[in-house]
């Protein structure tokens, strides 16, 4: 069986440390808690399960914090957590199943991360992260802000979802972008992927037109993963939405089909786009793709879950109900309480439909 480190950085994360490491204690063999300043009482509720305490003096950049973390593990394999992750019961049991059946030959253990839920605990928003790899083997962290272990060797995808549960939304902080300005200010160097991440930062802090400055200089890089590109296409057509600029928020939209096969997110952001403008028959087409598509599942793209269900089949609903099409409408309807019965949405159409038919 092979064992495991689990290696974290924490900053006053008293309300949400404990459920995290009460989920995974018995999953691994050592608990290494790396603090970076905290004020309460985080590195008490820490020295409940481990003694592996240690100080690292934060300075803007995760990467270096989390590779000293990996620096203090000692076991076979290196895992990181944040403070606010958490193993369900159901990922726990699978995480000892794999523990003690993976080969050791395995470089780098993929595991989904979950960061979005529904009102019914639903997950609605999905991508693989590098969660576990072996040590002494020369990973590392890259990137001061969004860091990411580069996978290299034999790597297994596992199908144990860690679930990223806040206990409480602040609201999009600065920290992150102030960071990335930091590193503008300083003339460091972007790589393309710390392009593409400042300029998502922009977008969701509604600095637009800096917004698409960055990411159309990240899309214009010839070295861009094409994840990133794939979905910076997205996050560049937020920006000229929030600038009025229609037309090149479409032609944003389309670009994504430079890269591969038109993926669920930007087919119903394609739908979207003509059902706002009352353009329902091109909205129909869109979103039937969407409902087809394809996940791009185990290539690291951030998926939302419902754009390959849910959210195409309720929005035919609407498109086709106002062509005229009533019962193509209510088909679709019922397709999307297949997918979320309690959805008020669909419950709101199914009453509409039920009149209509009396």
């Not at 204690?25 to 481990?50: F, H, N, P």
């Not at 049991?93 to 080969?103: T, V």
Request: a negative charge; one cysteine or more.
């Amino acid at each position: 069986m092979i064992t495991i480190s689990l290696c974290m950085i924490v900053k006053n994360e008293e309300k949400v440390l404990a459920r995290c490491l009460e989920s995974v204690k018995d999953l691994v063999d050592e608990i290494i808690i790396v603090d970076t300043g905290s004020s309460d009482q985080t590195k008490e509720t820490a020295g409940r399960y481990t003694d592996r305490i240690y100080e690292f003096p934060w300075e803007n950049d995760f990467a270096a914090a989390r590779n000293y973390a990996f620096e203090k593990g000692e076991k076979e394999y290196l895992m990181w957590l944040d403070a606010d992750d958490v193993l369900s019961s159901e990922s726990q049991k699978k995480f000892r199943e794999m523990k003690k059946n993976l080969s050791s030959e395995v470089d780098v253990i993929m595991m989904p991360y979950d960061t979005a839920f529904d009102a019914s605990g639903r997950t609605i928003f999905r991508y693989d992260r590098e969660r576990i790899v072996k040590n002494h083997k020369g990973f590392r962290f890259m990137g001061r802000v969004h860091e990411v272990i580069p996978p290299k060797g034999k790597i297994y995808f596992s199908d144990i979802p860690v679930e990223h549960r806040k206990i409480a939304e602040g609201g999009a902080g600065d920290r992150n972008l102030n960071i990335y300005r930091e590193m503008e200010e300083k003339g460091e160097f972007f790589e393309s992927r710390a392009l593409y991440y400042y300029g998502r930062e922009l977008m969701i802090h509604g600095q637009y037109e800096k917004g698409a400055d960055i990411l159309s200089r990240f899309l214009s890089r010839p070295d861009g993963w094409i994840e990133n590109r794939i979905d910076a296409t997205r996050q560049l057509a937020v920006c000229f939405y929030g600038m009025g600029e229609e037309d090149k928020a479409l032609e944003a939209l389309l670009k994504a089909l430079e890269y591969d096969v038109p993926r669920g997110e930007t087919c119903c952001d394609l739908g979207r786009h003509f059902m706002d403008r009352e353009q329902y028959t091109q909205a129909v087409f869109w979103y039937e793709q969407a409902l087809h598509a394809k996940k791009a599942s185990h290539s690291g793209a951030f998926i939302s879950e419902d754009c390959y269900g849910f959210l195409p089949a309720i929005s035919l609903c609407v498109c086709y109900d106002r062509i005229g099409d009533k019962k193509r409408a209510e088909a679709y309807n019922d397709l999307a309480g297949n997918f979320k019965p309690e959805s008020p949405y669909y419950l709101q159409n199914k009453r509409y439909f039920q009149n209509k038919n009396t």
